[in-house]
């Protein structure tokens, strides 16, 4: 009975990758995960069904008797954090809220610099490939649980990626808004989307290495609760999220940045030699030009890597109207993360601290 039900969980999940393109999740989540999401279109009706599935896969998963072995939500050192409780008095508590795939380890050398500066600091760490939508719920949940706590407390939210789109929909749908956020910082946003996501395939396999989870069932049980890709499809541009968020007003009551790269690695003649090698490939080769069309099609879906930006997110894809506070420098979407020895990745982390260190107790 155990691997029955294994095997209909996973045939579950393996379906719902295969379900039209999911927007945001229409159903409400287990509490435990998400809070209850808020969408304000009917184009979300058809991919709650990819949502019903995840769920209810993971209902099975466990009667099988698989456990969560990833706490969601916001998670602060409280013992790091208390050492420097006076010294960080008139200053905000700063949260960062990683990406797509991602995690808050992955982001941890953009929040080092900001600790070391003597702020109290956080992550919030959400389902990084469910829709956007229930991520926003979720870190507006944990906001508002923090203010039953501390009313008087005062956020910065520093994000990296789709991170910054989780936190404008938190921020800016006024369902979600918190009220106690002040700043957004943003690093690298998708604000229009990327046509890179077309291509972007989930990487919770390697994410949720069966080891790291005590076995197989319940490595598969937080490959589904991390989400299906749902995320993948609100990032692509034009998605009806990005619709809905971009037609809506900016929270007035907060200071927005936002740090755009311009060093992607990737050019257009590198993208024009590679549709010639398909293009000839395909005239040698019957397997080749059978499949060209989808070679042809990822090619296609590569053009905000080869354009002007950090190799995902386009300069102009990244603008946001109404934030004046648009700098450009020289890094690309992933040693941003990963390589804070750069003098480019520490220009980011100077900039970042340029601006916290702008808003003042009277200020918040």
């Known amino acids: 009975m155990l691997y029955f039900r294994l095997l209909v969980a996973s045939f579950f999940a393996v379906s719902a990758l295969f379900i039209g393109p999911p927007v945001a999740c229409g159903e409400e989540p287990p509490p435990a995960t998400v809070g209850v999401a808020t969408h304000d279109s009917a184009d979300d009706l058809s991919p709650s069904i990819r949502s019903t599935i995840r769920f209810a896969t993971m209902s099975l998963l466990k009667r099988a008797g698989a456990t969560s072995c990833t706490k ?48 109290r600091c956080g992550t919030m760490q959400y389902p990084n490939d469910q829709s956007i939508v229930d991520s926003a719920a979720l870190l507006s949940r944990e906001l508002k649980d923090f203010a039953k706590r501390e009313p008087d407390t005062k956020f910065s939210l520093v994000t990296y990626s789709m991170g910054g789109l989780v936190a404008r929909e938190a921020l800016e749908n006024v369902k979600l808004d918190p009220g106690n956020v002040r700043q957004l ?167 970042i601290l340029k601006r916290l260190s702008t808003m003042t107790a009277k200020q918040m």
């Open 72 to 119: 969601y939500g916001l998670c602060c050192d409280e013992s790091a954090n208390a050492a420097i409780a006076d010294a960080a008095v008139d200053k905000p508590y700063v949260i960062l809220v990683h990406g797509f795939n991602s995690t808050p380890e992955r982001c941890a050398t953009l929040l080092k610099p900001i600790h070391d500066a003597g702020y």
């Open 185 to 351: 910082i943003m690093v690298a946003p998708p604000t229009h989307g990327s046509s890179c996501a077309r291509i972007v395939c989930s990487g919770d396999l390697w994410e949720h290495g069966v080891d790291g989870h005590g076995g197989l069932l319940n490595c598969v049980y937080a490959c589904v609760e991390d989400g299906l890709g749902e995320a993948r499809h609100d990032l692509v541009p034009e998605s009806p999220f990005l619709k809905r968020l971009n037609s809506r007003k900016l929270n007035e009551r907060i200071r927005y940045s936002i740090l755009l790269g311009t060093a992607g690695p990737f050019s257009p003649a590198g993208l024009i030699l590679a549709k010639k090698a398909v293009r000839q490939s395909a005239e040698a080769n019957e397997f080749v030009n059978i499949i060209r069309p989808a070679l042809d099609k990822t090619l296609d879906d590569l053009h905000d890597a080869v354009e002007d930006g950090d190799g995902v997110v386009t300069v102009a894809r990244g603008r946001l109207e109404g934030v004046s506070d648009t700098v450009l420098l020289g890094f690309n979407h992933w040693n941003v993360v990963n390589h804070p020895e750069d003098e480019t990745v520490a220009a980011v982390h100077r900039e």
